[in-house]
């Protein structure tokens, strides 16, 4: 009789890295499709463009260090959708190419691959590339070419540009169903809501982040509005356009770049939707959510610190 | 069902047929050989102290003293051949009229009964009795409770005369609230718990029951003690006897057997093929055996046979930093970061993170989606700190 040996637990929840990017994606896919009807064939372009970019590239720079690997746990596919998703449709293959190239690069294989990077990689490769060649970022000028059935403005950047009187037309309901201007995904606000409640339902990830984050949002965007109801938008119209869903639900809460501890959890997501909106009414750009999420990140290591103590009884077993 | 909540269906103990051998171990093997003077063919009795803290739990002759390796570590053990028909020492003694008698002579009695009851009862000011089974799928103490209500009231009222502790408190779970409050009313309170691991745990149940600032020291003792404590003193019986539930394919079978019933008796009903694993314990807990060999002990409350196909391989790969373990770890442990500092050998690190209060429930390698072994990874870092004596050992 052969038996094998091993340390506890000898139980497991059948877990594995592979599902838990399997049910990221699915929780994108609606959200990639949608993207596609309103786009067409262009986003269905950056959509793969972007996917076998990541793929290829991780494969390439894995071979590169000597490590065996790692396609099988979703990862790259996850992060070329995400990349897409936050990327306009006008952008050309070479933004798209080098864009998601170096995000697995400098953002994610530097570090050790997934688990150990400080950064949240998506967007070190958006930030990459809207740094160096911003005009090509245009959200709002580059859906002029194609014919949608809404208004191919950006919401944020007329609020930048031309005050609330701008955006006093544009209705909130429509926004929450999709009818924005903006990156592939980013618009589809029901959809990664849905996303984000699903992911979250499968224990992916855990509520704090979301909800912490949203709650910055509101918090700091009403007191703006508050303070000046003539200048700054109100706290809805800040949730519902721009990157905050898909930063709220499929940025922010990255595992590695994201604190682990109950608290720290809290204590970022508050601090990125406050910045974010500190950045939106007084930065040059438009958004904040990539930027407020980036500087947050660099605060991930601090944040865990907030732990409490353990305290356990001291039990004596008669 | 999730595999973590605790069972609660009844099933009856069946009393197992007497082993022809057992096996006893004497004392945990150092390193050093120290002979044990009990000659081989001596004849020994139920409830007879072979040496301090050793009593026989069988009528019998030494059939050899040798040594075995436990799970947990090599230990000299001694081989008994059961004769058969049962004699009861005559230093087992009972005592009807306990609660009008000296604690310490009571205390003197339990251990003569091979009860092995801790010495430090005096500074105890809480004890917590658990009719819960700590960890799923055995349901020894449920089961116990159910069967035994009157002794467990006489045995509730012993253990707050023997410890003079302030509070006795029996955790239930909640199906059993009706009958603790008949078992345990004007004795002790009731402590309700939640039917799933690890509330289940002793630490925990005691982490819920005291105040935060943790000064008290708790007793803690399940009922299967506790009615072996009293049968010892109201009918002189020696506690030489186990429940254990043994779990398989065939479902979940509870036995009473003799303290020293070696596995394969146990388990001679239950085919075992290749590549199965036999665990001694539970399956969250519990240490894979590598023979059936191995004697059931006094704290062992079940076997796990787990079919090859069952069995999870645990693997290579690193932390996706996913927070998992941190989210379902009962003491809010950063085991994400215990789990690679021990990897690496960074071992004072993890005792900065508080390595020391890891209960070992397991729960973070049973959640954890890289499949990462942290439970050993936990328990390296540990003696490699108690090695060096940079911890204290427990």
């Excluded at chain 1, 864009?99 to 998506?122: A, R």
């Excluded at chain 1, 990255?254 to 508050?270: A, C, E, N, Q």
């Excluded at chain 2, 509730?156 to 078992?183: F, M, N, P, Y």
């Excluded at chain 2, 009922?223 to 398989?248: N, R």
Aim: with cysteine.
């Amino acid at each position: 009789m052969k038996l094998i040996v091993s340390s506890p637990p000898h139980w497991h929840n059948d877990s594995n890295v592979s599902k838990v990017h399997f049910f990221l994606i699915l929780a994108l896919l609606p959200v990639a499709v949608f993207s596609v009807f309103t786009y067409g064939m262009h986003a269905a372009r950056v959509i793969s463009v972007a996917i076998s970019t990541a793929v290829i590239s991780e494969i390439l720079i894995r071979r590169l260090f000597r490590k065996p690997a790692s396609i099988e746990d979703g990862s790259a596919i996850f992060a070329g959708l995400l990349f897409a998703l936050i990327m306009p449709a006008s952008a050309p293959y070479w933004l798209i190419i080098s864009g998601t190239f170096l995000g697995i690069l400098v953002g994610k294989e530097i570090f050790g691959g997934l688990g150990c990077y400080p950064f949240n990689p998506v967007i070190v490769g958006w930030a990459l590339s809207k740094i160096s060649w911003p005009n090509y970022f245009n959200y709002d000028l580059a859906s002029a070419e194609y014919n949608l059935n809404f208004d191919f403005r950006y919401p944020l950047y007329l609020l930048k540009k031309g005050g609330v009187e701008t955006i006093a037309d544009i209705g909130l309901v429509d926004l929450f169903f999709g009818q924005q201007a903006g990156g592939l995904g980013s618009g589809a606000v029901f959809l990664l809501l849905l996303g984000g409640l699903f992911v979250i339902y499968k224990g992916v990830y855990s509520w704090e982040t979301p909800v912490s984050f949203a709650a910055g949002m509101v918090f700091m965007s009403t007191i703006f509005w508050l303070v000046n109801a003539d200048m700054y938008a109100n706290p809805l119209f800040h949730l519902l356009t721009g990157n905050a869903m898909i930063g709220i639900f499929f940025l922010a809460t990255d595992f590695s770049s994201s604190p682990f501890t109950k608290w720290g959890k809290i204590v970022f997501g508050l601090s990125i939707g406050i910045l974010t909106i500190i950045l939106r009414a007084w930065s040059n750009y438009p958004d904040g959510v990539f930027f407020a999420i980036l500087i947050m990140n660099l605060f991930t290591p601090l944040l865990d610190r907030i732990n409490k103590k353990p305290t356990t009884a001291k039990v004596i077993m008669l | 069902m999730n595999q973590l909540t605790l069972n609660n269906t009844e099933i009856e103990i069946i009393d197992f047929p007497e082993p022809k051998e057992i096996i006893l171990p004497v004392r945990r093997y150092d390193g050093k050989e120290k002979a044990l003077k009990i000659k081989d063919g001596t004849r020994l009795v139920t409830g007879e102290q072979i040496i301090p803290g050793l009593v026989s739990t069988v009528t019998g002759t030494v059939a050899g003293v040798e040594g075995l390796a436990f799970p947990d570590g090599d230990y000299t053990v001694l081989r008994i051949e059961v004769e058969g028909k049962d004699e009861l020492s005559e230093h087992v003694k009972s005592e009807p009229e306990y609660l009008k008698k000296d604690p310490a002579k009571l205390l003197r009695l339990l251990n003569q009964a091979n009860l092995k009851l801790s010495s430090k009862l005096s500074d105890i000011k809480t004890v917590i009795v658990s009719a819960v089974d700590p960890d799923p799928p055995a349901v020894i103490q449920q089961q116990l409770f159910r069967e035994n209500e009157e002794l467990i009231r006489e045995g509730l009222e012993l253990i707050k005369h023997i410890t003079g502790a302030e509070r006795v408190v029996l955790a239930v779970s909640g199906e059993q609230s009706d009958l603790a409050k008949k078992v345990a009313g004007g004795i002790a309170e009731i402590k309700l718990i939640k039917s799933k691991y690890p509330h289940s745990l002793p630490e925990i149940i005691a982490n819920d029951i005291v105040d935060s600032d943790h000064s008290d020291q708790i007793g803690f003792l399940s009922i299967e003690k506790l009615l072996s404590a009293v049968l010892a003193l109201k009918e002189g019986l020696p506690a030489v006897y186990k429940t254990v539930s043994i779990i398989s394919k065939n479902g979940v079978v509870n036995y009473k057997v003799r303290i020293g019933t070696l596995l394969k008796e146990l388990l001679k009903d239950i085919p075992i093929a290749d590549n199965a694993k036999i665990i001694l314990g539970s399956p969250l807990r519990g240490d894979s055996c590598y023979t059936t060999d191995i004697p059931v002990t006094g704290d062992v409350d079940m076997i796990y046979v787990q079919d090859s196909s069952e069995v999870y391989r645990f693997q290579n790969q690193q932390c996706i930093n996913c927070g998992s373990c941190v989210e379902v770890c009962p003491l809010d442990l950063p085991v994400n970061l215990i789990g690679r500092y021990a990897e690496f050998s960074i071992f004072d690190k993890c005792r900065d993170l508080d390595i020391e209060s890891c209960l070992e429930c397991g729960l973070c390698a049973y959640h954890c989606p890289a499949g990462r072994s942290l439970i050993q990874l936990i328990r390296l870092a540990k003696k490699e700190l108690t090695t060096q004596n940079l911890m204290t050992a427990e």
